[in-house]
């Protein structure tokens, strides 16, 4: 099984390497990190690069696509080597999922019409602008379009993804390889039950 990650300036770093970690633990899974060209690209911090490994034309029918979010995925809207890419490489892929505000580039690129999808809370709403539904969860499942919400989600949503392509035991066993048993320190990962003040601060923190 062949993933394929595509990286544009000022993405987040876990959006892509929670899922690249996941999935690169899977038996016989190969992840490959692909760009416009080949080479670093700076994440959002602009203290951590990622290096493509492959350019998209080298890369034009990969089994899975996982498109990380990030402050970068605005201006990436109108990259249309990236968009087109993803259109094309879509009709082959088995499944094409998406992290945080990667599902706005998915919807950029006409794949989430008509289907429910999910990002970042903080911009769960503009999925309406691609046609698509919003919903609050996790990690939503169209078919072999799937999104996760922010940031961490796509943790889960690798795992979700994995269990789907092969099974569920196999998703458990990287779960534990990866010791991803989440016990946060403190009750404030969802907006849902955020104070104004608190998501004020955490939307500060991401633009």
Known sequence: MHVAIPLYPRF????????YTVLAFAPGWTVTFVAAGRGPVQDDQGSLNLTATAAYAEVPRPDVIVVPGGPGTLEALSDQALLSWLA????????????????????????LRGLKATTHW???DGLTSFEAEPVSERVVEQGRVITAAGVSAGIDMALTLLAKATDAGTARSVQL????DPRPPFDAGSASTASPELRAAAMNLIH
């Not at 987040?12 to 899922?19: E, H, N, Q, R, Y």
């Not at 088995?94 to 794949?111: H, I, K, N, P």
């Not at 390889?177 to 991803?180: D, N, P, R, S, T």
């Open 88 to 111: 094309e490489a879509h009709e082959h892929t088995r499944w094409t999922t998406s992290v945080c505000s990667g599902s706005y580039l998915l919807g950029a690129a006409g794949l």
């Open 12 to 19: 987040t770093a876990l959006d892509a390497v929670g899922p």
């Open 177 to 180: 390889a990866i010791e991803y």
């Open 122 to 124: 903080g911009v769960l």
